[in-house]
């Protein structure tokens, strides 16, 4: 049996992953008053969210540990940098330059993650996602975001 180190597997570190992320969750809402079914408080739903990922985390460590499953491959920086690039300039952009530049700009420096991806793809992908984005956030469901500058 191998050790844990020389596996790789790619549901141990998914797992684990999700119980970080509910770790910091727990931690974030440990101040928020969690109520009852009744009378919920502000924290209730998160509680069970975290407590929902944490079980799964729990579960696919314990998959990854005791199953062969897919390696993990070698961590690409190039996709990681341009989406996380992408999601900090439409937080940015949002407020100050609009929903649609946001979008557009967002997309535009996602494009670049991929060597796969066109221009063209990328262009109408942004623009269909502005429109999309505007008609339900702003026309429909009324969210009080300007839509340009």
Do not use: C
Request: zero cysteines; glycine letters at 10%.
């Amino acid at each position: 049996m191998k050790s844990i180190a020389q596996r790789g597997n790619s549901d141990f570190y998914s797992g684990l992953l999700l119980v970080v992320v509910a770790v910091v969750a727990l931690l974030y809402i440990r101040t928020l008053t969690i109520g009852t079914v009744l009378d919920m408080g502000p924290g209730y739903f998160p509680l069970g969210l975290a407590l929902i990922l944490l079980g799964m985390g729990l579960v696919m460590i314990v998959k990854g540990l005791t199953t062969e499953g897919v390696s993990v491959g070698r961590l690409h920086l190039r996709p990681l940098f341009f989406v996380l690039l992408s999601f900090a300039a439409f937080g940015l952009l949002v407020e100050r330059a609009g929903l649609v530049i946001a979008i557009l700009v967002q997309v535009g420096l996602a494009h670049f993650a991929s060597r796969e991806t066109t221009w063209l793809a990328s262009v109408v992908t942004g623009v269909l996602l502005a429109i999309a984005s505007s008609v339900i956030f702003v026309w429909l469901l009324k969210i009080p975001v300007s839509v340009l500058p």
